[in-house]
């Protein structure tokens, strides 16, 4: 329980970092600019940027615009009307990880591109609600992936999400796809990352020569949503929140 309440604080506080990065997203910004104001407010706040060196990545935050997926390097390159932005946040406190996720619209964006945010979020909190003592973590994977593909949307298979806790990723993985009943039994106690990440188009996926983008293989937008979920007295129990980011939108 202890050990629950620091994962809590770890995962609040990438919550807060979000919330941060959410009022500064405008066209014109830079993603670097992003990463120095999630790197300097994480240390504020006495911890540490999990993601700054993790297999040897550069920066705070994985920041990963239109058709990039997950691992983005921020980059000098200013944002522009009508860009999405997935932005993952990891933060180390107390001896515990946090990660997670938001994507966000920059200024206006496409009709069709919002519907891609809507639903994979929508599918996050599906596969969450599956995440309950007795189930199994296909059944987590299933709602995830029957969600989007209803809607026509390609889920990616390469990347997944995972357990959290002292280590940023243990077991058991948790892909975004998967059948009913299948994986590992959910027991109480258990803490996962679950990250939907899923493109407008083909779920394949491109891997970047630099070691860390990944892009859709036909370059449609893609859409990342990530909470911390532990399973408590058989129910799921968000560590993370999205409430500061809408709080920081208005909405
Ligand atoms: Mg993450
Ligand atoms: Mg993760």
Known sequence: IEELRLMRESAQLVSKTLGMIAAEIKPGVTTLHLDKLAHDF?????GEPAFLGMYGFPNSLCIS????VVHGIPKDIPLEEGDILSVDCGVYMNGFYGDHAYSFEVGEVSPETKKLLQVTKESL???IEQCVRGKRIGDISNAIQTHCEKHGYGVVRELVGHGLGRTMHEDPQVPNYGRKGSGKVIKDGLVVAIEP???LGTHQVKFHKDGWTVTSLDKTPSAHFEHDVAVINGKPVL????????????I
């Open 42 to 46: 994480i240390k504020d706040h006495g």
């Open 65 to 68: 615009p239109n058709e990039e």
């Open 125 to 127: 909190y599906k596969g």
């Open 197 to 199: 990440m899923v493109n």
């Open 239 to 250: 560590l993370s929140t999205f409430k500061y980011i809408y709080e920081a939108l208005g």
